[in-house]
């Protein structure tokens, strides 16, 4: 488990690594397994890997025929996987460092909408549009399996950290939790998230449960974000003080010690709000257009950000 990190060691961190090479938004950040190493996927069709130890861009590839999306590490920091944006809906295994296609995974039939790695073993799993939600080992091109999730309104799915339940989204309203070994028998939880405080739900933009299991955090193309207990799938904090008028859908994240979220903001800051009290408790500043992107490292202290410039934060030397 990663050491627990202060409030004040977390506010002393600052931009220590900004890179310029992406033309258009990135739109996934992603960490391998030591964190020694990060994943960016961009609009632009290219992918890039930066090492996290130095500060420095290691490889570019580019996938100008597919498109490239939701770019993910598998276990093995040279091979990636990332989906199609044009052409077809495939998801693709790369071997990064030789620019290499592995292997081919094609069943879905409209837009991926979520990608996930088990955190144990070479087994993912995707979302998509064409309401499926479907079970894939590295190691065979075959659909494993899949749930029918009955809409098409934007399912998102995730991990938990044991990988031994299956958190599912739909409709931006609902919560459905599947156990892995029993997806087949159908939910074991599904609950209604209703947010009073709004007419109309804001788009759900991801998932992602806290290192220790407890809480799941729904980002959203709004002013808000839902802290969720992991439990009972209700509503713990609704996090706000933010701001993203133009509605951009916003990837924020806990900080690995499950004590913290971050997330961007259209005046380019990172907000920070303690889990406990659902209060904001900290501003980072350095962009000037909205960080779309917050991801923190899990294993070392330092975070990614993005809008089209890619940032490290770091901790200044002691």
Known sequence: MFEQLSLELLQSMGASKVFKENTRPINAIDFDDQGGFTLTSSDDESMRIYN?????LQ???????????????THRSNNILHCSTKNDDS?????????????YFKAHTDKVLSLEVSPLDDTFV????????????????NCAGFINTDSAINPLVAFDPSAQVLALGTGNTTIRM??????????FLSQLLEDTLVAVPPQWTRLQF??????????????VLYLVDAYDAVIVHRLMGHSNPLNIPLEGCFTPDAKYVMCGSSDGKIHLWDIKTGQKVHDFVYHKDLPRIVKFSPRTCL????????????APPK
């Open 52 to 56: 996290a130890n130095s500060g420095k």
């Open 59 to 73: 490889n570019t590839v580019y996938s100008k025929k597919y498109g490239c999306s939701l770019g993910r590490f």
């Open 91 to 103: 998801i693709r295994y790369m071997s990064f460092h030789d620019n290499k296609y592995l292997s």
């Open 126 to 141: 995707s979302s998509s549009l064409d309401k499926t939600v479907r079970f894939w080992d590295l190691n065979t091109p």
């Open 178 to 187: 599947y156990s892995m070994k029993n997806y087949g028998q159908g939910p």
């Open 210 to 223: 806290s290192n220790d299991g407890k809480y799941i955090l729904i980002s959203t193309n709004s002013n």
């Open 303 to 314: 975070f990614a950000s993005s809008d089209t410039n890619f940032v490290y934060w770091t």
